[in-house]
């Protein structure tokens, strides 16, 4: 396939792909002439009926918006949208920036100019970065491998041995929501978004090629519905969606930010994704479905019931939830193990206690995209308890971190629980390579996560984050195959978790242990083993004054000059220095006797000094008083 930073090179663009029930078909626009002609290749899909049909460029008075690109306000009357700047992808355009090139294709101002003066830089396909020589710096990936991250063909691929597993009888259906529309919503830029279309289309291929898709129940992904998505949004975000993706000027002030693009596509997109994931949760609540995964975009847990932010729209975890329980669950638990906090899922739900937020996420002390999600953050209201956060307060945590969150804190208060259905909003932005996450999570630890989480619940897979592709793909079918009924593969890597992550979790058994009584003995034995860490240090600080004070008795003998230098630098005062002085060149009892006789002659010199000021001061009082007798007796003598 052709990606869409090449699309200059090679003269195409890329146009969303269609998808059928058992493959996947890529559409490419082929330029001759000024017309994009629809050319069609894929695996087990029909036929189209005219694989010459041509395409008809958009006309002068068409909004950029109908041809995909990301900007915010994509109108034809030019009105400012919104920009990428904040995130670091460059700035937006307005319709103003695009014009029509005289092949007919659409190009941004002075981009004829850039071609001639320099080579643009090569993205990688994998996990957007720049690349160098046709490999990527980052991640390592290889241009020439481009192709099998989207085929479709098992004999194209290369599975790690761990993955390799014979099909084994699966432990009831498993629902599976895919829908290539999703893939409509896209930036249109040469420096690619990190949420791009290529996403979906990568975990799609895996899926297809591993054979997994097959084994799967395919399910239609309807649009959410008004009244669904109004059952956690706004109906003020809703319309501000619409109106700007449909190009027209909303009547609601701005309710999104600069880091999330939109096209004319979005608010189908958007709606698509939130109504898969309500789809599978209710087959799932229904007893329809065993357990259930939705390859969806754009994700959804930032996304507040007012705004949207960090690449969602709306809420797609939230809206399954309340799907699910209108479909008979009573209580569900949501899992976040996005690298990113759920903002928008936690404050969606913090005063609600019939629905419990946890999230396992990157904090680094608030200074982490989005900035909430703190240990202390449990909810409001009734919801008290209800909101986990675990934060790692850095990078690099690994398997032996997430590993050991999961079963001494979250799983615990999982079962006390005890929910109806458990909902996953699985981010693989923590996974080994990921450009933004920076952790070392493997496919192999969210697979033992999964299988650890189905002993609860039935489990519903919503995917968020994740920008390497090969991570985000591989990882996602790990966690496919245990619901599917595999055993899991062997976890890599140490299985404790670092000082880091061993802090975090101490911190989230101490504070949720208020509200949970499974947590109760792990959070005293944290106490008491505290407690005994701050009597050894105790111990330790007593320990190092007595050897300071036998080390001091083992000096040898200081000069008066340099003992008085000595208590001069610590500001003694004369007296007692000229005492200090008094023990030099003697042996440390004379020392001690020679300073508490300089310490009997100071307290003899203050005394008489005092002594002195008293008579002074009784000497002056007389002498006032007897003047004050004086003018007394004058006074009456005058009178």
């Known amino acids: 396939m052709v990606h869409a930073s090449a699309a200059a090179d090679a003269d195409h663009l890329p146009v969303p792909s269609s998808m059928g029930q058992q493959g996947s078909v890529q559409y490419l626009a082929d330029r001759k002439d000024g017309v994009l002609l629809l050319a069609t290749a894929g695996v087990g899909m029909e036929d189209s009926e005219d694989d010459s049909e041509e395409w008809q460029p958009p006309s002068s008075d068409t909004d950029e918006a109908q041809l995909g690109f990301g900007t915010r ?3 034809s009357d030019g009105s400012i949208h919104g920009s990428d700047e904040a995130a670091g992808y460059g700035e937006g355009m307005s319709v103003g920036d695009w014009e029509q090139g005289e092949d007919g294709i659409v190009k941004s101002e002075g981009e004829d100019d850039m071609e001639e003066e320099e080579e643009p830089p090569v993205f990688c396909v994998n996990c957007t970065e720049e690349m160098s020589d046709g490999v990527c710096l980052a991640c390592g990936h290889n241009m020439a491998q481009d192709a099998e991250l989207f085929s479709t063909d098992a004999s194209t691929i290369t599975l790690p041995a761990h993955l390799r597993h014979q099909h084994t009888p699966a432990g009831g259906k498993v629902a599976l929501v895919y829908d290539e529309r999703m893939e409509l919503h896209q930036e249109g830029k040469h420096n690619p978004h990190p949420e791009r279309p290529d996403r979906i289309r990568a975990v799609m291929a895996r899926l297809l090629a591993s054979g997994l898709s097959e084994r799967c129940v395919r399910t239609e992904c309807p649009p959410a519905t008004h009244e669904q998505l109004a059952s956690v949004h706004t109906k003020e975000l809703i319309e501000f969606v619409d109106a700007m993706a449909a190009g027209r000027t909303p009547q609601a002030q701005l309710m ?30 229904r007893g329809e479905a065993a357990h259930g995964a939705a390859i969806i975009r754009p994700p959804g847990h930032h996304a507040e019931s007012n705004m949207a932010m960090g690449f969602c729209f709306f809420n797609n975890a939230a809206v399954a939830a309340k799907a699910a329980q209108a479909a008979g669950a009573q209580r569900v638990l949501i899992l976040d193990w996005d690298i990113h906090h759920g903002n928008g899922t936690q404050h969606i739900f913090e005063d609600d206690d019939s629905v419990m937020y946890m999230s396992i996420h990157r904090y680094d002390r608030g200074a982490f995209y989005p900035g909430t999600g703190a240990v202390d953050e449990v909810g409001v209201g009734r919801g008290q308890g209800y909101s986990v956060n675990i934060p790692w307060d850095g990078p690099d945590m690994c398997n032996g971190d997430y590993i050991s969150a999961l079963h001494h804190v979250l799983l615990p208060i999982a079962y006390e629980f005890n929910p109806d259905l458990v909902i996953v909003s699985a981010g693989f932005d923590a996974a080994e390579g990921d450009p933004i996450g920076g952790c070392r999570v493997t496919p192999e630890c969210f697979a033992h996560m999964t ?7 039935p489990i519903v897979l919503l995917l968020e984050g994740g920008y390497n592709l090969l991570s985000t793909a591989t990882s996602t079918e790990a966690c496919l195959r245990v619901l599917l009924g595999e055993q899991c593969p062997h976890l890599p890597g140490h299985r404790h978790p670092s000082p880091l992550g061993l802090r975090a979790i101490q911190q989230a058994l101490l504070v949720q242990a208020r509200w949970w009584r ?3 003995p792990a959070a005293s034995a944290v106490i008491a083993a505290h407690q005994a860490q701050l009597r050894a240090q105790r111990e330790a600080d007593a320990a190092a004054a007595a050897e300071r004070q036998r080390q001091a008795m083992l000096r ?9 230098a000595r208590t001069q630098q610590r500001g003694v005062p004369p007296i007692l220095a000229a005492a200090a002085r008094a023990g030099g060149g003697r042996s440390p009892e004379e020392r001690k006797a020679a300073r508490r006789q300089a310490e009997r002659r100071a307290h003899q010199v203050l005394a008489a000094i005092r ?3 008293l008579r002074v001061f009784w000497r002056r009082h007389r002498r006032v008083a007897e003047q004050r007798r004086a003018r007394a007796a004058q006074a009456r003598a005058a009178s």
């Not at 999104?256 to 087959?283: F, K, P, W």
């Not at 040898?556 to 008085?564: D, L, M, Q």
Request: glycine fraction near 4%; charged fraction near 15%.
């Open 518 to 520: 499974s947590l109760q």
């Open 556 to 564: 040898p003998a200081e000069t008066p000059a340099v003992a008085a």
């Open 256 to 285: 999104m930010t600069s880091d999330t693009y939109i096209n004319a596509h979005t608010y189908e997109c958007a709606r698509l994704a939130a109504g898969g994931a309500a789809e599978v949760a209710q087959l799932v609540a």
């Open 611 to 613: 002594k002195k000021a």
């Open 73 to 75: 306000a994509t109108h």
């Open 451 to 457: 299988a650890a989480l189905k002993a609860v619940a």
